[in-house]
């Protein structure tokens, strides 16, 4: 087995003194290094053992063929002892001796992170195993150790053959060209009868004659591999549960405030200047580790999930079974959801060709690395309003927001900067009232006194006094936000410890899934499309054994909390359709739904393929034909796409054209409207809030009704809006800061326009967010404003808010008594 294959890496060489000072003087900010054949001073040896104490970005260090001796390698070796990101470290040919080695092995008891060493060809001897013999009783991270072509003989061996009789952590270990004779070699194969982990060892190149201890070592290993097989089988056909330990990072704030730059500081990735405006949200999927405080971005492999939980499970399982060849003992199934819960079938079996082929000895290694991580989707919002209607669709309850404010402004336009920050924790409690909130100043070069940070912070705690949020304490400046330099990364180490520490204690992180919900996910995304209707996912849950469809119900909901698909109930219509890739949809989204300033279209491009007129129209009216649609987005899916936006109430067709029309609200331009003189009511959201997109959502629903009355065309803008209903309604809708007003053209509508309305915004509140409440007013005869959820008022506005409509022709519309208000959209 060759272990270096899981070990790929794109290494940054350094191969002279002065790329290696620059490495200094950068602090080791990237995560791998290759350092060789370098001349090293003792001062450069010094700094840089200093740094990799405290260091958390490096993850991999090849630092081998630098012949630095045993004293040098002494101040590296202690460096590992607090490190806590390292996880590979090659380190042969250093000529460190046995005092160099025992320092590694008193390293190792203590460090949690380390899966791969490789003390290869460094003078090491019997008495330097010493420390690492004790070392591997206690390890539980090391995976691989490689200790090929040093002075190791039969003493040697019998002290790792001991150690690794109560290890259940190794997995493959080198010991290559020593001078390991029978007795070692008996010791060997004596100890590994009461181990369980180690699947390869190799001992070629040994004067060994014994053969038979060859054979049984042989033997022993493969007993290892054929019972760690077997219980991957059993894990991936069981009915345990493994903790999911997955979650979503929301990033929201306004347009430029640095979102975008703050995490790619989290992700320890240089500063860019010239970074482009998010367009509609941007996914990154993230792995990190209680232990390690590091955050990468995650692999894309092959290995499906289901493998790598079904890892986990054999780690479990071994870690159980020190005593014992044969493993037992099944995972906790005490925690909800568990699948007898929901009637799953037994007797659906893995097919030896599929998912258990993928099972050896790396495998195990990379669960080893991997056992306590984290992985976790960074989903960026855009903060142009233009997008702000989009956000219902992907906030949700479990997950963790990040909201990110700049500092700068704030110091300079305190009252703004105060309501933006509102608006963000309002909508975040609107869509998740629970849910942890950190909040980040940027520009932490720019806002250094302690004076400044201090008024923000007392601003803050004011605004924070009239709502109870959840919101994370940066303790270790008693500040309610973590200040952060995204150009230098000032600050950004607090932001991810607290971070990961607030994940670790959330319920929804460590919620316990079954095998088989894991595996339905690998069968989804195995599929390769950006969608699949839900009567194909019911159809790959029946394959693997779940028949329970309000089983396959919870666990879609599971998966689009966390972000891993997309599954939206509310509609009818939309509960049938399962989207697999997120980051697909809202790029399609965006390529219409866009902040045009920002996000512009290129007019020559649609002057080029005969579309000039339609984007005059879209940017001008926010009318879209199905011509421009199909162009923009290449045919792909376009039928799809048109349906997902009408039923989530982003477009409505425009019946006022002769050609295929859609409106599309969120794009209005801001532009004053006439004035309407006559009775009016208020939709008044004061005591809670008024959730953003839902004035051109009731735009959207008004006009796709309009539309099919063979009305006047509405004349529609971002805050405002004319509508008629028919020849003889005609209403005007206005949206404020906390209300939206109606005021109807005559007294003889007004009863109609009120049932009407009431169901449009019940419609879209449900559509959107059960937890919105509004007051409902209507003018009396006087123009005063009187409540009418409270029944007693109603005497007061008998008229003419409750009375039948005089015109005939609206009872033909609808029958007020029996309003239906699906007659807006065919969902």
Not at 198 to 208: A, R, T
Not at 385 to 393: A, E, P
Request: hydrophobic residues 40%; proline residues 2%; contains cysteine.
């Amino acid at each position: 087995m060759d272990t270096e294959v899981l070990w790929s890496f794109n290494w940054n060489f350094v191969e002279d003194a002065e790329e290696f000072t620059r490495l200094l003087d950068e602090k080791i900010k990237k995560d791998v290094f290759f350092i060789s054949k370098t001349k090293l001073t003792e001062k450069e040896i010094d700094e840089f053992s200093a740094l990799l104490k405290e260091n958390t970005c490096l993850n991999a260090l090849h630092f081998s063929s630098n012949n630095i001796g045993p004293n040098y390698s002494l101040r590296l070796a202690s460096s590992l002892s607090t490190n806590c990101a390292l996880v590979y470290l090659s380190f042969s040919c250093n000529n460190i001796g046995d005092r160099g080695s025992n320092a590694f092995g008193e390293a190792l008891k203590v460090n949690k992170t380390l899966s791969y060493l490789s003390l290869g060809a460094n003078s090491i001897g019997n008495e330097g195993l010493q420390s690492i013999a004790e070392a591997l009783n206690e390890n539980q991270t090391l995976a691989t150790l490689k200790l090929y072509r040093n002075n190791i003989s039969d003493a040697g061996a019998a002290l790792l053959a001991e150690a690794i009789s109560g290890n259940d952590a190794l997995v493959f270990l080198d010991l290559k060209h020593n001078q390991i004779g029978d007795a070692g070699a008996r010791a060997l194969a004596d100890y590994l009868q009461s181990n369980v982990c180690l699947c390869e060892l190799q001992i070629e190149d040994n004067p060994i004659v014994d053969v038979s201890s060859i054979d049984s070592i042989t033997n022993l290993l493969e007993r290892n591999h054929v019972t760690q097989k077997e219980a991957f089988i059993a894990a991936l056909n069981s009915i345990n549960v493994v903790p999911w330990r997955r979650y979503k990072l929301m990033v929201v704030g306004e347009a430029r405030a640095g979102k975008t730059s703050t995490i790619q500081a989290l992700l320890q990735q240089p500063f860019n200047d010239t970074w482009n405006s998010t367009v509609g949200a941007s996914l990154q999927q993230i792995e990190t580790s209680a232990s390690k405080q590091v955050w990468a971005e995650a692999k894309r492999e092959h290995v499906a999930f289901t493998a790598k939980f079904a890892a986990q499970h054999v780690l479990h399982t071994l870690k159980s079974s020190k005593s014992s060849p044969a493993l037992a003992g099944p995972m906790k199934t005490d925690k909800k959801p568990t699948p007898s819960t929901f009637g799953i079938r037994d007797g659906i079996r893995v097919k030896e060709e599929t998912i258990s082929s993928k099972f050896d000895a790396k495998l195990l290694i990379k669960a080893r690395s991997e056992r306590d991580n984290m992985v976790f989707s960074i989903w960026d919002y855009a903060g142009q309003q233009v997008f702000y209607t989009l956000h219902h669709l992907f906030l949700t309850k479990n997950g963790i927001y990040m909201l990110v404010f700049d500092m700068l402004q704030f110091v300079c336009t305190r009252t703004k900067s105060l309501k933006r920050i509102k608006f963000w924790l309002d909508s975040i409690d609107l869509h998740a009232p629970n849910a942890v909130v950190l909040i980040v100043g940027t520009f932490a070069d720019r806002v250094r006194s302690s004076t400044e940070k201090g008024s923000i912070n007392k601003a803050l705690s004011e605004l924070l006094k009239t709502n109870r949020r959840n919101i994370l304490q940066n303790t270790s400046e008693d500040l309610l936000f973590f200040p952060a330099d995204n150009r230098s990364r000032e600050g950004t180490d607090a932001i991810r410890v607290a971070l990961s520490e607030a994940a670790l204690n959330q319920d929804f992180v460590n919620q316990e899934v079954p095998f088989r919900w894991i595996r339905v996910l690998d069968k989804i995304l195995e599929a390769n499309q950006p969608w699949l209707s839900l009567s194909r996912v019911m159809s790959i849950a029946n394959e693997i054994g779940i028949t329970s469809a309000k089983e396959i119900m919870f666990m879609l909901n599971l998966f689009s909390e966390f972000g891993a698909l997309l599954h939206f109930r509310k509609s009818e219509t939309l509960k049938h359709v399962v989207v697999t890739d997120p980051q697909w949809l809202i790029s399609q989204l965006c390529k219409i739904i866009r902040d045009k300033k920002v996000h512009g279209f290129d007019k020559k491009e649609y002057e080029r393929v005969g579309l000039a007129e339609d984007l005059k129209l879209l940017t001008k009216d926010a009318i879209a034909s199905h011509d421009f649609l199909e162009y923009l987005w290449k045919d792909s899916e376009v039928d799809f796409l048109i349906d997902l936006m009408r039923q989530t109430m982003l477009l409505s067709d425009w019946k006022f054209s002769n050609r295929t029309e859609y409106l599309i609200p969120s794009l209005l331009r801001a532009h004053e409207l006439e004035e309407l003189n006559g009775p009016s009511m208020c939709f008044d959201f004061s005591k809670g809030i008024l959730p953003t997109g839902l004035y051109s959502r009731v735009v959207c629903l008004c006009a796709s009704y309009s539309g099919r009355l063979d009305s006047e065309m509405p004349r529609l803008s971002q805050q405002s809006s004319l509508f008629w209903f028919g020849k003889h309604v005609c209403f005007k809708m206005h949206e404020g800061e906390s209300r939206i007003v109606i005021t109807v053209r005559d007294d003889s509508s007004a009863s109609f326009v009120l049932v009407v309305l009431r169901s449009i915004f019940r419609k879209v509140n449900d559509a959107m967010s059960e937890s919105t409440s509004w007051d409902l007013s209507v003018s009396d005869k006087s123009g005063q404003y009187v409540r009418i959820n409270d029944l007693e008022n109603r005497s007061r506005v008998l008229h003419p808010w409750f009375v039948k409509p005089e015109y005939p022709k609206l009872s033909k519309l609808h029958v007020l008594e029996r309003f239906d208000s699906s007659a807006f959209q065919q969902i």
